[in-house]
């Protein structure tokens, strides 16, 4: 079954063998399965995947000079024009599309190893789309990065460093309600949390955000519903499963989302859980757990 995949890739057209490309797929299939699945449901899985563009995307991690060929010809101007429509200045566009071409391309670890970016795509939506997504994430985070030094600068220039701290909290905290909210958000995919970040945390608009993902607004608010219910779910059901019944979930989910220590770096990737946990908290009380 692999080796027929195999062959439909491409893969030693990129330069990557038959045994290496089948390595890749077990890698994803590790990533995405439950130990127990069964040989039928695995090769259902692995017939959904886009494994020609999985396969180009890895040689390119690799370092394959015939792989990167390709993906120039392919990927090069769409990079630079959905790096266009996000920071909408040609200038800033080129700096984005090249600063990421460089880490598509690989950056040099302390133990003297390239790693690319590319070698974390798995096939399982387009390469295309998930080049955008990366983009995306890195325009909103060298914004984040501007942002907070402007904001270090203010700070400093009104005094406010010297300003008193407020008092501690000292509302008590489910902790099992840290463990199912950080556990719910960090099962999301990149582009669910990315969704989440720019709206409730950065406030940018729909149309901006569907804009940056190369779709309508409208998909982005239905898209921010679904979320904003499927995390409520799986902390209700996280909770369930650490032993809180329906009541004591219910009342754990209307604690003050400051109180939290949710590790968001982790997760979103950036400073605040804030507007995302209020927005899941806003769903009523009758949603199924």
């Not at 893969?11 to 590790?30: D, P």
């Not at 190369?214 to 219910?229: C, M, N, Q």
């Not at 927005?279 to 009380?285: A, E, L, Q, R």
């Amino acid at each position: 079954m692999r080796s027929e995949l195999c062959a439909r890739s491409g893969c030693e057209n990129f330069g990557l063998t038959s045994e290496s490309f089948a390595a890749i797929l077990g890698e994803v299939a590790a990533k995405y399965l439950p130990s127990e699945t069964d040989q039928a449901e695995a090769h259902a899985f692995l017939l959904t995947l886009r494994v020609e563009e999985l396969a180009l995307a890895r040689a390119c991690a690799a370092g394959v000079d015939a792989a990167w060929d390709v993906f120039l010809v392919r990927y090069r101007e769409k990079l630079y024009h959905s790096a266009l429509r996000i920071a909408r200045d040609d200038a800033a566009a080129r700096e984005l599309a090249d600063g990421l071409y460089a880490e598509l391309y690989g950056v040099n670890t302390r133990e003297g190893e390239r790693v690319s970016k590319l070698a974390s795509f798995t096939g399982r939506g387009s390469l295309e789309g998930w080049l955008r997504t990366v983009l995306a994430q890195e325009f909103v985070n060298r914004y984040r990065r501007a942002k907070r030094l402007v904001s270090l600068e203010e700070e400093i220039e009104d005094g406010a460093q010297f300003a008193a701290p407020e008092p501690e909290r000292s509302t008590a905290v489910d902790p099992r309600l840290e463990s199912c909210t950080d556990a719910a958000l960090a099962a999301l995919s990149s582009e669910d949390r990315f969704v989440l970040a720019a709206y409730y945390l950065d406030g940018r608009p729909l149309a901006e955000v569907g804009r940056m993902l190369g779709v309508h607004e409208s998909t982005i608010s239905r898209k921010l519903d679904k979320l904003a219910k499927t995390l409520r779910k799986n902390i209700l059901a996280g909770l369930a499963r650490l032993g809180a019944g329906r009541r004591e979930a219910e009342q754990a989910l209307e604690v003050d989302v400051r109180d939290l220590h949710v590790n968001m770096r982790r997760t979103l990737a950036q400073e605040s859980l804030g507007r995302t946990f209020s927005k899941v908290g806003d769903f009523g009380k009758d949603q199924s757990s």
